[in-house]
């Protein structure tokens, strides 16, 4: 084989290769956006049941509580949509005293205690003065 020959079966080979990659590329810029569509899909769902679940001002009150702490609005979210798909609220709508209840208990059941031990015995034993 000449050098010619070489070069251009590598010519083609790179061609290749380039447009394998191309291909690729598009497929994963194409799942990466059917899963973010799939994502907004879901969070639309999940805002359009809590607007359904809940009156005006205890949505508004939700809402500021996922502003100030995302990750306990978030939570609180769940809860509501956990207990609306058992049908523990009924038919009718999670009023904001309901939802100051709620938030009484996930703030308890989440509340960190902070507690401290004084050992006398070994805090005599130790003597600065050695």
């Not at 191309?22 to 769902?45: H, I, L, T, Y």
């Not at 009924?90 to 703030?107: A, F, P, R, T, Y």
Request: charged share 30%; net charge neutral; hydrophobic share 35%.
């Amino acid at each position: 084989m000449g050098d010619s020959e070489l070069d251009a079966i590598r010519a083609k080979r790179l061609a290749e290769l380039q447009q394998q990659q191309q291909q690729q590329s598009g497929r994963s810029a194409n799942n990466q956006n059917a899963a973010e569509e799939q994502r907004q899909q879901q969070e639309d769902m999940r805002n359009a049941m809590l607007s359904s679940l809940l009156t005006q001002e205890a949505r508004a009150r939700l809402n500021t509580i996922a502003l100030t702490k995302p990750e306990k609005g978030r939570m609180v979210e769940d809860i509501l949509i956990q207990n609306a798909r058992r049908g523990a609220f009924g038919n009718g709508k999670v009023s904001e005293d309901q939802l100051i209840g709620l938030l009484e208990q996930v703030s308890k059941a989440t509340e960190k205690t902070t507690k401290v031990n004084f050992d006398r015995r070994r805090a005599a034993l130790d003597s600065d003065s050695d």
